[in-house]
């Protein structure tokens, strides 16, 4: 299997311990990197402290933030997203942007991930496809402020029925739209193999065709969610295609650990390879 850098998602793993224990946890589990959902389902713009807590445990535990989502809403659960939903959710989403592009950049966080929102009863799909896009050109705009990509993202139809971004293609045609209105080229596909193995996708030519035009890789085994070889995928072959096909970038690991603490469910990792290099 070929090496790649690990970060680990502290919104799906570690869940046991408070948030603020989660870093060193992680680290204890011997990784050095780590990603987050947006911590605050309810809130787009905390307090500062709030802000200062989590970044001072991240700091502490001596782990670096790789990616952090915008304002998604409750996640895990129904919302999934917010940018492209009139009224309170997306003015949730525009609150957060600057918030969550500043504290990438105090943590030296280089890729902020947008999720669309669920297709909505009252409103066209034009509307929505056109406040996302306003919203996306936005977003954009900060994360390049600060130095990251933007991360757009396909998920899946059997869970999220109302996602209207249930393919690579249609994620890839969202990642098009926001460079030709931005101009910036910082927007990138967020590749993430559960989601696509759910939607039925052929992994190996979603790789091929996109490997180049991708900013972030998430793994979980499919069916189930859980940690590699709980399901059915051969991760040390694609990940080693996703490495011939030039892929360098970071894997993160978005799965549920199942009925054993977080830190047991590392055992198809090395140890050694947990650790960025």
Same mark, same amino acid.
């Given at each position: 299997?070929?090496?790649? *850098?690990?970060?680990?998602?502290?919104?799906?793993?570690?869940?046991?311990?408070? +948030?603020?224990?989660?870093?060193?946890?992680?680290?204890?589990?011997?990784?050095?990197?780590?990603?987050?959902?947006?911590?605050?389902?309810?809130?787009?713009?905390?307090?500062?402290?709030?802000?200062?807590?989590?970044?001072?445990?991240?700091?502490? @535990?001596?782990?670096?933030?790789?990616?952090?989502?915008?304002?998604?809403?409750?996640?895990?659960?129904?919302?999934?997203?917010?940018?492209?939903?009139?009224?309170?959710?997306?003015?949730?989403?525009? *609150?957060?942007?600057?918030?969550?592009?500043?504290? @990438?950049?105090?943590?030296?966080?280089?890729?902020?991930?947008?999720?669309?929102?669920?297709? %909505?009863?009252?409103?066209?799909? @034009?509307?929505? !496809? *056109?406040?996302?896009?306003?919203?996306?050109?936005?977003?954009?705009?900060?994360?390049?402020? %600060?130095?990251?990509?933007?991360?757009?993202?396909?998920?899946?139809?059997?869970?999220? &029925?109302?996602? &209207?971004? $249930?393919?690579?293609?249609? @994620? $890839? !045609?969202?990642?098009?739209?926001?460079?030709?209105?931005?101009?910036?080229?910082?927007?990138?596909?967020?590749?993430?193999?559960?989601?696509?193995?759910?939607?039925?996708?052929?992994?190996?030519? %979603?790789?091929?065709?996109?490997?180049?035009?991708?900013?972030?890789?998430?793994? #979980?085994?499919? &069916?189930?969610?859980?940690?590699?070889?709980?399901?059915?995928?051969?991760? #040390?072959?694609?990940?080693?295609?996703?490495? /011939?096909?030039?892929?360098?970038?970071?894997?993160? +690991?978005?799965?549920?650990?199942? !009925?054993?603490?977080?830190? /047991?469910?590392?055992?198809?990792?090395?140890?050694?390879?947990?650790?960025?290099?």
């Amino acid at each position: 299997m070929a090496q790649h *850098r690990y970060t680990v998602n502290l919104s799906i793993l570690f869940t046991e311990l408070p +948030l603020l224990e989660r870093p060193a946890a992680a680290a204890a589990a011997g990784f050095t990197a780590v990603e987050l959902w947006w911590p605050w389902v309810d809130e787009p713009a905390p307090e500062r402290s709030e802000l200062d807590a989590l970044r001072r445990a991240l700091t502490d @535990a001596g782990t670096r933030l790789t990616g952090l989502n915008f304002y998604a809403g409750q996640l895990p659960g129904p919302d999934r997203g917010a940018l492209s939903v009139p009224g309170q959710e997306s003015e949730k989403f525009r *609150r957060n942007v600057e918030v969550a592009a500043g504290f @990438a950049e105090s943590m030296g966080c280089t890729a902020l991930n947008a999720l669309y929102g669920n297709r %909505v009863e009252g409103v066209t799909e @034009a509307e929505q !496809d *056109r406040l996302a896009l306003e919203n996306l050109t936005s977003a954009a705009h900060a994360a390049d402020r %600060v130095g990251a990509v933007l991360l757009i993202e396909a998920l899946n139809a059997p869970e999220s &029925p109302h996602y &209207p971004l $249930v393919s690579a293609p249609s @994620a $890839v !045609d969202v990642v098009d739209k926001v460079n030709a209105a931005t101009g910036l080229g910082n927007a990138k596909f967020l590749m993430d193999l559960y989601h696509l193995a759910m939607n039925g996708e052929d992994l190996r030519r %979603v790789i091929d065709a996109y490997a180049e035009r991708t900013g972030h890789v998430q793994i #979980a085994d499919c &069916p189930g969610r859980g940690a590699p070889g709980t399901g059915e995928l051969d991760f #040390a072959e694609l990940l080693d295609r996703l490495s /011939d096909a030039g892929y360098d970038g970071w894997v993160g +690991l978005e799965y549920k650990p199942g !009925d054993v603490p977080s830190a /047991d469910s590392f055992g198809w990792l090395p140890r050694e390879l947990r650790a960025a290099p």
